[in-house]
């Protein structure tokens, strides 16, 4: 048997203790930035498997959005972790505990669509909220100024309009100023200048250190306030990552020149590239981060190339989207 | 504690400003005063018919006798129940139609505080409408020709609340239909099915043992039928109090639909 020798010295003992607490201490502070995080959840509704094995993390103060086309799990995964709906397979974690009431009080959320009593007005139906997280009633006041209802308030919620009933939805998550807000599909049946509203909305929450979490299938709504994406098809994880990353993803550098082989060549060579292709005597080159027109330009001219087209041409959002859905479609 | 003040508060909210909860509540409450000021007038015009056809003299029966009033009214008020059942159906299933249940529980409701708080307005109800039918009793019994004052209070009283058990346990029983089957329709049409022809036959059908153990029976036989002359007449005599039995094995039935309609809340997709 081999006997390892476990008598350490009083000291080291001490000292092993103190640098495991400070590792410790060290790592806490970085598991209290991720608010939510999903290992490997599951769900399948009979034979349609709605979501597969997602992972994600979501840290504070990030404006995250969930993207994706109907039908591919958003609305899915936020019932899981709000504790709506049963997950086959995974788990996840709300502010590093397993979900709990105290965590759901922290959250504001919508789902889908607004649920409220019809038959009672606006003040009422956030009173009910209002009781359930013990929010003082003085706050119903401040949500609905925020959202414009202060004049409807005393209306039956059945005389509202659709976009005052979102509002009301909004109002609702925001009571009791949460740590994190979730929306799903808020702007959905909108009109743009409902729209622009909600989004503003949302920025103003966002500079105030919320978390936001919102699922949408609007590419724009998404790019304009989101600062993370991921998005999803079919229920798994096509991409995900910072917003800015995945607009990059979107840009090509056309470049033109007499000798179009020779700058096949060269431009391989370059640092930053990860694809080109070459259509007629138009070259199209992918390279990594943001496209550096100038930077590409000495680079050419440092080896012998003159340039006689550059021009950053950016595919739109959405043909980037289909694109990265139809491959996926094309592999599976 | 806070938080069941909380979700209590809650449900106090949803049908204070309800029209149709005080509605069918102001209804129920007329029905059930008319019925039981009523059937006084009723056996009467049955014991003078019977008494023109039948040989034997057949005494009258008054309902409003002291000792025996409270269980005459407690007899009748019982089939009445249905009325607060089907109130019961539509408060939990607008909960559902709604999708406020969903909604209150994102916004960090447990689903053992929400059961309890509906658990507990379930027997507000009970107890408001025993004291109703008790207060009609009172009443009705002062304004018989000779009250026996003595015998006011008497273990009679005991009859009204076990109408208050009786209709705790009904309206628990109708809760449980309702949240299986969320939608008001056919929990109403399940609960009419059950009490009316189901349940019923199977008592006809299972031997006498199990049959009186059945939910609606155990729940009814908490009040037996009230002897009266009449039933002396024929020799038939019945309990003139509440079996243990029966207030044990409603007990069980309360506690299992509570715990079924909990894990049903708990397990089930929303």
Redesign the interface.
């Known amino acids: 048997m081999f006997f390892c020798n476990f008598q350490l010295s009083y000291e080291s003992k001490h000292i092993i203790t103190a640098l495991w607490y400070i590792g410790k201490c060290i790592n806490t502070s970085n598991l209290e930035e991720t608010v939510l995080r999903m290992t490997n959840l599951s769900k399948s509704y009979g034979k349609i498997k709605a979501l597969e094995g997602l992972d994600l993390e979501i840290g504070k103060g990030q404006v995250f959005g969930l993207l994706g086309p109907n039908g591919s799990g958003k609305t899915t995964t936020l019932?899981i972790v709000?504790?709506?709906?049963?997950a086959q397979n995974g788990h996840f974690e709300w502010f590093n505990q397993p979900l709990s009431?105290?965590s759901?009080?922290k959250?504001g959320?919508i789902?889908e669509?607004p649920?409220?009593?019809?038959?009672?007005n606006a003040t009422?139906n956030l009173?009910?909220?209002a009781?359930?997280?013990?929010v003082h009633p003085a706050d119903i006041d401040r949500v609905l100024a925020l959202v414009n209802l202060s004049d409807r308030k005393k209306h039956k919620y059945q005389t509202y309009s659709f976009g005052m009933k979102q509002r009301l939805a909004i109002a609702?998550a925001m009571l009791g100023n949460p740590e994190v807000l979730i929306l799903d599909e808020p702007t959905n049946g909108l009109d743009p200048s409902g729209i622009a509203e909600i989004r503003n909305l949302i920025l103003k929450i966002a500079a105030e250190g919320t978390t936001i979490i919102l699922a949408s299938h609007l590419l724009d709504e998404v790019q304009k306030v989101c600062s993370h994406v991921v998005v999803l098809e079919k229920g798994r994880k096509l991409f995900s990552g910072k917003v800015d990353d995945m607009l990059s993803n979107t840009e090509i550098i056309e470049l033109s020149a007499d000798n179009i082989p020779l700058l096949e060549t060269v431009v391989k060579a370059y640092p930053a590239y990860i694809s080109h292709k070459v259509s007629g005597n138009i070259l199209e080159l992918k390279t990594e981060g943001k496209c550096d027109a100038a930077a590409i330009n000495n680079f050419l001219f440092s080896n012998g190339i003159v340039c006689s087209h550059i021009f950053i041409r950016r595919k739109s959002l959405e043909n980037y989207f289909l694109e990265l859905v139809g491959h996926n479609n094309e592999i599976h | 504690m806070k938080r069941l003040q909380s979700a209590i508060n809650a449900e106090l909210i949803k049908i204070i400003n309800y029209r149709t909860f005080w509605v069918l509540t102001g209804l129920y409450i007329l029905t059930l005063i008319v019925v039981l000021f009523g059937i006084q007038a009723f056996l009467n015009n049955v014991t003078v018919n019977i008494n023109n056809k039948s040989p034997l003299p057949v005494p009258s029966i008054t309902v409003y006798a002291f000792p025996m009033v409270w269980q005459n009214l407690a007899y009748v008020a019982g089939y009445l129940k249905v009325f607060p059942a089907f109130l019961i159906i539509i408060l939990i299933t607008n909960e559902f139609s709604f999708s406020t249940l969903k909604q209150q529980l994102i916004t960090g409701t447990s689903r053992a505080i929400y059961l309890s708080a509906k658990i507990i307005l379930i027997a507000c109800f009970s107890i408001a409408i025993a004291l109703t039918v008790g207060l009609c009793g009172l009443v009705a019994g002062l304004l018989q020709p000779t009250p026996d004052y003595s015998k006011i209070i008497n273990p009679g009283l005991w009859f009204i609340g076990a109408h208050a058990f009786e209709i705790f346990s009904y309206l628990i029983f109708t809760a449980f239909i309702a949240i299986i089957f969320k939608r008001a329709g056919i929990s109403v049409i399940l609960l009419m099915l059950y009490t009316l022809v189901i349940e019923k036959i199977l008592v006809f059908r299972l031997p006498e043992s199990l049959g009186q153990k059945l939910p609606l029976e155990s729940i009814g036989n908490l009040i037996p039928l009230p002897n009266s002359p009449l039933m002396k007449l024929f020799g038939v005599s019945f309990r003139n109090h509440t079996a243990w039995q029966d207030i044990a094995s409603c007990l069980i039935y309360n506690l299992i639909f509570i715990a079924l309609m909990y894990l049903i809340l708990r397990k089930k997709d929303l």
């Open positions: 019932g709000l504790g709506i709906l049963n009431t105290g759901l009080q959250i959320a789902l669509h649920n409220f009593y019809p038959y009672l009422d009173r009910i909220t009781q359930v997280r013990g609702s």
